[in-house]
């Protein structure tokens, strides 16, 4: 807000010719004191939007400097828990941090954006905890080939790791997890002379995913698995744990019970039959047993 003192006339430049050519003597050249008065106007214009893009430049480079500071600030963090994870492969001596004046420096700080991505992705706190999963995941990945490149093609693979161990720590219900594996391997024998062992955490998240979505089917586990290896028959192979849930699997457990009750039906149909005489009644059950029929 402008002061009374020194208020802003708004006036145009044909009014205020008017006006000095009624107070001011002949002489004197209105034409020139406009002229100045545009000049200053424009000047202080100048000089305002001076002022303004240098405290724009000031701001964005404060900004950036920021942001340079933290991204350092990570590059160093994950530098130093990356040269702990190799010196505890090694059979002997330290790996040193990667110094700035290296040529793979950028390269680490690329691989630093990456895990940050990582990091924000799983939702968590503590930034550390995430880098020494990312580093630990990927140098296990690389098994024993190391190149620190090799984390970004390893990235999504880090990244699945990740989801298999938060499903593992977050079953709420391992006892019946353990109870569907239980299950499953004794239905395996009923179909071949050999059972499947979970061997990897891939496997025990299968299964932890399929008890799972049994149980918001209301699904017995025997039932469940039963179907799963009753409606995939024809492939005569043994169906694969991740094949024990998705819509697929629902829809072959929802056909299996279907089949199931239609049968049972069946059968009580013909256990409560009204026969009309005693040899119709032995004639059915000669059939249900399987014995010729004179």
Do not use: C
Request: hydrophobic fraction near 35%; charge should be positive; aromatic fraction near 12%.
């Amino acid at each position: 807000m402008q002061s009374q003192r020194n208020p802003i006339l708004h006036i145009t430049r044909a009014d205020l010719s008017v006006i000095l050519n009624r107070v001011l003597p002949p002489e004197l050249s209105v034409t020139h004191i406009l002229d100045e008065v545009y000049n200053a106007a424009n000047n202080r214009r100048m000089q305002l939007r001076g002022m303004y893009r240098f405290r724009a430049k000031a701001d964005v480079k404060k900004k950036g400097d920021r942001m340079l500071e933290a991204m350092n600030e990570y590059v160093g963090i994950f530098n130093r828990l990356l040269a702990g994870e190799r010196t505890k492969l090694r059979p002997s001596g330290v790996e040193k941090p990667i110094p700035k004046s290296d040529s793979s420096y950028l390269l680490l700080t690329e691989i630093t954006t990456i895990a940050l991505d990582f990091h924000e992705k799983t939702a968590t706190k503590n930034v550390e905890q995430s880098f020494l999963f990312f580093i630990q995941s990927g140098l296990e990945l690389m098994k024993g080939k190391y190149g620190l490149g090799k984390f970004k093609y390893y990235r999504e693979r880090i990244w699945d790791n990740w989801i298999l161990k938060k499903i593992i720590s977050e079953d709420t219900s391992s006892e019946q997890s353990q109870r569907f594996y239980t299950i499953w391997r004794r239905i395996v024998k009923s179909y071949a002379p050999a059972y499947i062992d979970v061997e990897s955490e891939q496997d025990y998240a299968d299964v932890i995913l399929a008890r799972q979505e049994a149980d918001s089917m209301k699904a017995t586990y025997e039932d469940w698995i039963t179907a799963q290896f009753e409606e995939m028959a024809f492939l005569e192979s043994i169906p694969n744990f991740n094949q024990l849930y998705g819509l697929n699997a629902k829809k072959r457990y929802q056909k299996y019970i279907s089949n199931k009750s239609y049968k049972k039906r069946g059968e009580v149909a013909e256990e409560v039959a009204d026969f009309e005489t005693d040899e119709q009644r032995a004639y059915f059950e000669a059939l249900r047993n399987s014995r010729s029929v004179n």
